[in-house]
């Protein structure tokens, strides 16, 4: 029983590159999300899913792209990355809100 | 705006003593608020909950307490053990909100002392 995995776990980018974050999560949960974390901000949400196919705005949304084609992945994107998503990205999947999220190991991203 | 607050960055305790960790909301609609620990290189974990028609929740050494009319909450650990050395983040939800979203709070680095 894996729960949530994120792959890659570590990656560098340069400034103007792109890439896709993936995760994917076995425990059947229809909702999904994208975090990153910052030194002295704590998590804050990107984007998220409520279902298959579909995906909304989080907190701080510029600059990545998602998609929920299947209902086990969830699909994060950079199209053209800065320096300011140097980060730590987490995904977290859960069934309702009482029972917590489960978190993905993270992916620890540097972009130059 | 940050609408869930853990002033206190970090907390030094000495093993077997309470360490307590608190937490501020400025959201009237929350009426959700869990705590998750995350240790280095790993996501983190759910630890406890409290829905805002309690005031009070236990499980083992671990206990939140929320005070909705001065919108704060508090973690208790006793006893304080070194393998509880972490990261501690405060969440909050409205349980009306689409998706099940969680606000989290800056975190705070709890330290125990052998």
């Known amino acids: 029983n894996a729960g949530v995995t994120q792959t890659p776990k570590f990656r560098v980018l340069k400034t103007g590159q792109s890439m896709t974050l993936l995760c994917a999560q076995d425990?059947?949960?229809?909702?999904m999300y994208w975090y990153r974390q910052d030194p002295g901000m704590g998590l804050r949400l990107i984007h998220y899913?409520?279902?298959?196919?579909?995906?909304a705005k989080g907190e701080v949304p510029d600059g990545y792209n998602v998609s929920r084609l299947k209902k086990q992945n969830f699909l994060l994107g950079l199209e053209s990355a800065a320096p300011s998503q140097t980060s730590v990205y987490f995904c977290?999947?859960?069934?309702?809100?009482?029972?917590?999220?489960?978190f993905g190991s993270g992916t620890r991203l540097t972009v130059v | 705006d940050q609408q869930v607050k853990q002033n206190s960055p970090s907390l030094s305790v000495q093993e077997g003593r309470i360490s307590i960790l608190n937490c501020d909301y400025t959201?009237?609609?929350?009426?959700?608020f869990l705590w998750y620990k995350k240790y280095p290189a790993e996501g983190p974990t759910f630890l406890i909950s409290?829905?805002?028609?309690?005031d009070k929740n236990e499980d083992g050494r671990f206990t939140v307490f929320l005070n909705k009319s001065a919108k704060h909450l508090s973690l208790h650990i006793v006893p304080s053990q070194p393998g509880d050395s972490a990261v501690y983040f405060c969440?909050?939800?409205?349980?009306?909100?689409?998706?099940?979203?969680?606000?989290f709070g800056e975190g705070t680095q709890l330290t125990v002392n052998p």
């Open positions: 409290i829905s805002s028609i309690k």
């Open positions: 959201n009237s609609m929350f009426d959700y």
């Open positions: 425990m059947n949960h229809e909702y």
């Open positions: 969440a909050a939800s409205s349980l009306e909100t689409s998706g099940s979203r969680l606000t």
């Open positions: 977290a999947s859960t069934r309702d809100t009482a029972g917590g999220y489960t």
């Open positions: 899913s409520v279902g298959e196919g579909t995906t």
